[in-house]
């Protein structure tokens, strides 16, 4: 059972508008949460960590963490067609080492 | 710096083959992992090696071994192969035990027929 929940999408935003999107885990002692961009046919690349409540912010994203309701999401401000892949959310729950990861959501930015 | 490397890129084997996948990273992390990675069903662990000289099953270790050869390479074995191994295999590795950052080799996309 996958304790790190996503959704699937399609998310289809224009470009340039802000895509937002969101994690939900179950484990109140998680302290370490991942976001990662995966292109079709390429291996999953690190975009940003966050440990801490609140934001964090790295250019053009940012990942929000809110551990009392137990969902991490991350925003794409100035969406770019460049930005179009798939979004895992991983997350080290109760405090394990290994994160365990989403399923992913497929963000499409359209012209 | 390669990072993590992977070899092959490509596989297809016969059902009941026996191949081993090959990882190597060059950033001196101490921690090592397989994952395959199936449509729908996101990465699940296969095995993964915390330092040279261990070794602990994952989520869905069945069917594999793995051996940490030294502190640069990880390899995983499938003894015998099944259909329901397809998959793309990622091999990933991380600083050191408590460091959660992964990076990710480029993948070894597997077919068994």
């Known amino acids: 059972q996958k304790e790190v929940e996503q959704n699937s999408g399609p998310l289809s935003v224009p470009e340039g508008a802000i895509a937002s999107l969101n994690c939900t885990y179950s484990?109140?002692?998680?302290?370490?949460f991942f976001w990662y961009r995966q292109y079709s046919g390429k291996s999953p690349e690190l975009i940003m960590s966050?440990?801490?409540?609140g934001d964090k912010e790295d250019g053009r994203f940012t990942a929000q963490l809110n551990k009392a309701s137990q969902y991490v999401s991350l925003l794409i401000r100035d969406s770019q067609p460049s930005d179009s892949a798939t979004y895992l959310c991983a997350v080290s729950l109760g405090g394990s080492y290994i994160p365990t990861f989403g399923r992913g959501t497929s963000l499409i930015v359209h012209p | 710096n390669a990072g993590v490397t992977q070899t092959p890129k490509f596989q297809v084997l016969k059902t009941g083959q026996s191949m081993t996948l090959q990882c190597a990273q060059d950033m001196n992390h101490n921690s090592m992992y397989w994952y395959r990675q199936d449509p729908g069903m996101g990465l699940r662990l296969i095995y993964y090696s915390a330092s040279e000289g261990t070794t602990d099953k994952g989520e869905v270790p069945n069917g594999y071994n793995v051996s940490r050869l030294n502190k640069r390479e990880f390899s995983l074995r499938l003894e015998s192969a099944a259909p329901s191994q397809t998959s793309v295999y990622f091999c990933?590795?991380?600083?050191?035990?408590?460091?959660?950052?992964?990076?990710f080799g480029p993948g070894t996309r597997l077919t068994v027929t």
């Open positions: 966050i440990y801490s409540n």
């Open positions: 990933a590795s991380s600083e050191r035990t408590g460091v959660h950052e992964q990076y």
């Open positions: 484990d109140r002692g998680s302290q370490s």
